[in-house]
Structure formats: structure tokens, C-alpha cells
């Protein structure tokens, strides 16, 4: 509870009505920073202005990250730049960090051109945004315009601000709320009218990507449009800062990255390889290593339970190793190009249905062949009973793991996982289970159909 008087609110109220400012910085320095929080709350905005401007820069910076909700939003919005800056670079990373994740997208981007590079840099990583979205990739430095501006008045602008841009190759025109209008080429003022507003250069079609999004989504967006920056907006559409190709090309190496050691069935390095050392390389395998030892006991089990059709016909043991090994093979072949596809945009989660379509007819093409292939395999091996069985047994694994291998993506995106997780040991793994399960299955009923069982 505040230790803050009536006397002492009285006492402060009368000084700053006679804004005798000497007696209120010597009766503020004899007061702890809590109360003087509370006091900021309770006065009136122009007074709490003043009062704040009168504590020394480290007890002001204390005092603020004390102050909760509005006062402290109000507050910083009075302050001028200098001021602004002094006080963020004096706050701690988790009370600047709230600050501005409280406060509005405008003055959030205000604020974020204040800071340091190596500020910026810890706030981007901690203003809230979720790991990995657009918002932990992005910067404030680029130029932006009002519509209502002359030409000329923008030129002129460019020319102050653009040193300090990350690009120029697109100007971005706001609205009095800072909201994005438009993204115009630099080449339209250039050769533009000087006196001709900056609204009749604007045709309002741009492409923007919201801050919390996913940093693939603007990896996608800057490929697709042939783009060297785009403008970050905020759920309201205030312009918050730019993410540019230099960036976005790191992140399509990071995501491939991560994409090939998942496909490898390996937890994504969070280091270089040449720094990782021995025990983050063995927990990073060993986790997957180990679900695949107890996925492939299923195929033990299987095996285990047709012990009787193996040992009545042991030519069908010889086969197992190619038709476990060709369901694997398809299986991570489908799953592969339908991974790649959904990572790069050309296949969307509404596009299963005739994906999984061509997969079948694929799946039927690629069977048929092996399938010929492998009847004539059992054949010269184990008679005709044997071929037929090896045969039918190739088509139907082929089939059965070109779906499996288009499908496990699409279902592990449906429910928000990296479909890179549906990797070709998964998919091998589990296609020893089902394809013996195939194989044993169809013995069974064609040796026993022909008397052989």
C-alpha cells in the first residue's frame, strides 16, 4: 500500500500551482521512488510532465517502470525525442520490453527509431513478438510520407531521412495515424510533378505482412513479388517498420536448414554444426533415434505374428527386404515433394484433395511397374504362387506409401507442425510395419486359396 500522504499530495499540488520548481525537485528527492509513482498517477497530465522532468535520469528511470497503465503511455507520448530516448536507454530490457508492448502501434514505432542498434536489437528480440515471426526481423529505419504532401515535400523528406533508411527503393505513404496507404517506387517521385500531391502517385495496391506472422510468410510474399522490402503492419495497419530481402534471405537459409535436418529426423541445431558440441549433437538424434526403435517394433511384432506363414514358405522371407525397402523409397519421395511444395507456396492445405488424387494415380503408375518387376522376382525364386503374391504385395506397399508419404505433411501442417517432421526415417519406419502387414496378408490369402498353406 502507498506510503504517500494527504499532506505530501497537498504540499506537492501547492508548489506546482506556484511552479516554485526549486522546492518541488528538493521535496522529490527526499521522496521514495513508489511514492513518487503514485504521486505521477495522481496528478493531472501537464503536472505530471513537469514533475517527471524534474527527477535526476536514474530515479526517473526507476520511477517509470513503476508506473502502471495509462501514465506511463501519456507520459512518454509528452516527452519530446531527447527525452524519450535518455529514459528508454535507461530502462531495464524487461521494463522496456513492457512498455512497449503496451503501447499503441504509433508510438511504439516512435519510440522503436529512438533506440540504439544494440536496443533495438534486444527489443525487437523481446517486444513480444512470437519466436520466429516477422515482428523479431524487422526493422524502423525506412521512410514514409504523408499522401496530403506535395511531391516536393517529399523529395525533401527522402533527402533528410533517407541516409538513416535501410532502403529507399520504396517510399511508404501513412495517414495521419501512421496507418500504410500505400508503397510507392522511389522512381515515381523522382519523375513526378513536383508540385502534384503524393496521393496522385498512389494506386493502393501493395503487399504488406502483419508483424506476428510466421517469418516464412514474408519469405514467400518478398519471392512471390519480387519485392526488396516489405512494409510490417500491426492488426490496426500502422506501419510499424520494414523487413528487407538481405534479412529474409538468412531466414530461408535458417528454415531450409531446418527443414533438411528435420527430414533427417534430427531436432533442429540451434547452433552452427562447427560449434555444436558432441552432447547437443547427441541430444538433438537421440530423441527421434529412439521413437523410431519403438515405431520399428511394430514390424518385429508383425513379423513375429506370421511366424508360421515364414516358416511353411520360406521363399517369402527372401523378399522382405525389397518390399520394405521400395514402400520406405516411395513413401519419402512422395513426402518430399509434397513438403518442398507446401514450404514454398505452390501447394495450399485446400489443394489436398487433387494432390492426394495425382499421388494415387502416381502411386498406381509406380506400382504397376515395380510390381511386374517384382512378380517376375518371385516367380523365379518361389514358383508362380510366390511371384503372384510379391507381385501384388509390391503394388499394393507402393500405393499405399505414396499416400501415406503425400498425406502426413498436409495432416502435420493442418495441425500447426512443420510438415518437415514427416521425414523419410518416420515414413521408412513405418512403412516396414504396414508393408509387412500387406505382404503377410496377401500370402496368406493367395497361398491359401491355392492350397499351398
Not at 509528452?78 to 502501434?105: K, S
Not at 534486444?122 to 516477422?134: H, M, N, T, W
Not at 517521385?189 to 517469418?215: I, T, Y
Not at 511371384?387 to 501442417?413: H, K, Q, R
Amino acid at each position: 500500500m502507498s506510503e504517500l500522504t494527504v499532506d505530501t499530495r497537498d504540499q506537492v499540488q501547492e508548489l506546482l500551482d506556484r511552479r516554485d520548481l526549486s522546492a518541488l525537485r528538493r521535496l522529490l528527492a527526499e521522496m521514495p521512488v513508489p511514492d513518487i509513482a503514485d504521486l505521477l498517477h495522481e496528478v493531472d497530465k501537464p503536472d505530471r510532465v513537469i514533475l517527471f522532468r524534474l527527477l535526476p535520469r536514474p530515479v526517473s528511470c526507476e520511477v517509470f517502470a513503476e508506473l502502471e497503465g495509462e501514465s506511463g503511455q501519456t507520459l512518454i507520448e509528452d516527452l519530446t525525442d531527447e527525452e524519450a530516448r535518455r529514459l528508454l536507454a535507461g530502462l531495464a530490457p524487461d521494463d522496456r520490453t513492457q512498455l512497449l508492448e503496451e503501447l499503441p502501434g504509433l508510438v511504439t514505432q516512435r519510440l522503436l527509431n529512438l533506440l540504439s542498434p544494440k536496443d533495438l536489437a534486444e527489443a525487437r528480440f523481446l517486444l513480444g513478438y512470437p519466436e520466429d515471426s516477422v515482428g523479431r526481423e524487422m526493422t524502423p529505419d525506412y521512410v514514409a510520407v504523408k499522401a496530403h504532401w506535395t511531391v516536393r515535400q517529399a523529395l525533401d523528406h527522402i533527402r533528410r531521412r533517407g541516409r538513416e533508411s535501410e532502403t529507399i527503393n520504396e517510399i511508404y505513404v501513412t495517414d495521419a495515424g501512421w496507418r500504410l496507404l500505400d508503397a510507392v517506387e522511389l522512381s515515381a517521385f523522382v519523375l513526378g510533378d513536383p508540385d502534384d500531391s503524393v496521393e496522385s502517385l498512389m494506386d493502393r495496391s501493395f503487399v504488406s505482412v502483419f508483424a506476428h506472422e510466421d517469418r516464412e510468410r514474408a519469405v514467400e510474399l518478398i519471392g512471390r513479388y519480387d519485392r526488396y522490402a516489405l512494409p510490417v503492419v500491426d492488426s490496426d495497419g500502422v506501419l510499424v517498420g520494414i523487413v528487407t530481402v538481405d534479412d529474409l534471405l538468412d531466414v530461408a537459409e535458417e528454415e531450409a536448414t531446418e527443414d533438411f535436418q528435420l527430414t533427417a529426423a534430427v531436432v533442429p541445431l540451434d547452433t552452427p554444426y562447427r560449434e555444436a558440441s558432441i552432447w547437443r549433437l547427441y541430444r538433438k538424434r537421440i530423441a527421434w533415434l529412439v521413437v523410431l526403435v519403438f515405431v520399428a517394433l511394430m514390424s518385429s511384432a508383425v513379423i513375429a505374428a506370421f511366424e508360421a506363414t515364414l516358416e511353411t514358405v520360406i521363399a517369402l522371407a527372401f523378399f522382405i527386404p525389397l518390399l520394405i525397402g521400395a514402400g520406405g523409397n516411395t513413401g519419402a519421395q512422395s513426402a518430399t515433394l509434397v513438403i518442398r511444395a507446401l514450404a514454398t507456396g505452390d501447394l495450399k492445405l485446400r489443394q489436398y484433395w487433387s494432390a492426394i488424387g495425382k499421388e494415387l494415380v502416381v502411386g498406381l503408375c509406380l506400382g504397376a511397374t515395380m510390381g511386374a518387376a517384382s512378380a517376375l522376382l518371385g516367380f523365379l525364386r518361389g514358383g508362380v504362387e510366390v511371384g503372384i503374391v510379391v507381385g501384388l504385395t509390391m503394388v499394393c506397399i507402393v500405393l499405399v506409401a505414396n499416400l501415406v508419404g503425400g498425406t502426413l505433411p498436409f495432416l502435420l501442417t493442418r495441425v500447426g507442425l512443420d510438415p518437415a517432421v514427416a521425414s523419410s526415417p518416420l515414413i521408412a519406419t513405418i512403412m516396414d510395419a504396414v508393408g509387412l502387414l500387406i505382404y503377410f496378408t496377401i500370402a496368406i490369402v493367395v497361398l491359401g486359396a491355392t492350397g499351398v498353406l
